[in-house]
């Protein structure tokens, strides 16, 4: 789909917001809480961004881009060449994290740039009368985005852990005074994810979720093995120090994928032999183990022989 950036905002340091609206003025397609959509930048270089505004606002999306100093290019990109009037290319919306709407009650708790998916679950928790609670950790006050939109509301707690005297969010402690039917939502740094899946280990099966907005796994580079490709007849062997989304794209492969760190799931392809080696944080245990599918984007093969549907 094809959206015009309608406006730049500085949110916080090294944050910008954008503003993208329908190219013919009329509505963009709906959106529940959680969703994101794949920004391409250019051949070969797509980006997954979270929306942050409210469902309910149809005549726009909001996105906001935090300009990594390790970028490899996405948010760097966006930071110096997006000029308000350009057309860009997004998809549709996706929801890799969807919100349980009717819970008894929903703890959000948020790290840097992962304020962004709780924007939208605040707007309809509040639409919709639910309890609900915020705790949003940053490094210092002028790096945390949205804390205007945040200080109408009593049930949200904001900590800096980089400045003199600063703290972090004590997890162990919110999770332990959540509701036990409640549904807990975190996204933010990797280290903080970790330790955030650790502290509610022992909570009832779909009632922690987590987004990452950036991979700490190591892509799967070691090649060595030989992709046998089912529909096409194809066999592409898979090189040290290429991933496999490489080697398909180098044979002229048409394979869809956007974030390349296996987070937005847009590269998943059917395993129907051998055995990957799962590197992406989109499919579940379950999923890994069953070995009937892979994100070609990140992850290798355990067998010297991997063959995919495509
Ligand atoms: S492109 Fe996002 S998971 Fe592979």
Redesign the pocket.
């Known amino acids: 789909m094809r959206a015009r950036l309608k406006n730049i905002r500085w949110e916080a340091e090294g944050i910008n917001s954008y503003i993208l609206e329908p190219v013919d003025g009329g509505l963009m397609p709906a959106f529940e809480p959680g969703a994101h959509v794949d920004v391409q930048l250019a051949p070969g270089l797509a980006r997954?961004y979270s929306l942050v505004n409210d469902p309910a606002i149809r005549g726009y999306y909001e996105i906001a881009v935090h300009h990594a100093i390790d970028s490899r290019g996405g948010s760097r990109h966006i930071h110096e060449q997006w000029r308000v009037g350009q057309i860009l290319d997004i998809s549709d919306p996706k929801n890799n994290f969807p919100m349980v709407e009717d819970a008894s009650h929903t703890v959000m708790i948020a790290g840097g740039i992962g304020i962004t998916p709780m924007l939208p679950m605040i707007a309809r928790l509040e639409k919709l009368g639910r309890s609900w609670e915020l705790h949003y950790v940053a490094a210092s006050p002028d790096r945390a985005a949205y804390v205007d939109r945040l200080s109408d509301h009593d049930r949200v707690e904001i900590a800096y852990d980089g400045i003199p005297g600063g703290r972090r969010l004590d997890l162990a402690a919110i999770c332990a005074a959540a509701p036990a039917d409640a549904h807990l939502y975190c996204c933010g740094p990797g280290g903080m994810l970790n330790a955030f899946v650790a502290t509610n280990c022992d909570r009832p099966k779909g009632h922690a979720h987590i987004e990452y907005f950036s991979a700490e796994t190591e892509v799967a580079t070691e090649g060595g093995y030989t992709l046998e490709l089912a529909k096409s007849g194809k066999t592409i062997s898979v090189d040290e120090g290429e991933t496999m989304?490489d080697a398909l794209l180098s044979a002229g492969v048409d394979i869809g994928?956007?974030?390349?760190?296996?987070?937005?799931?847009?590269?998943?392809v059917r395993v129907l032999g051998g055995v990957p080696d799962h590197r992406?944080h989109?499919l579940t245990d379950e999923d890994k183990a069953a070995n009937t599918s892979i994100?070609?984007?990140?992850s290798g093969s355990k067998t010297a022989t991997l063959v995919l549907d495509i």
């Open positions: 997954s989304l994928f956007a974030c390349a760190e296996g987070i937005c799931g847009t590269c998943e992406d989109f994100m070609v984007c990140c």
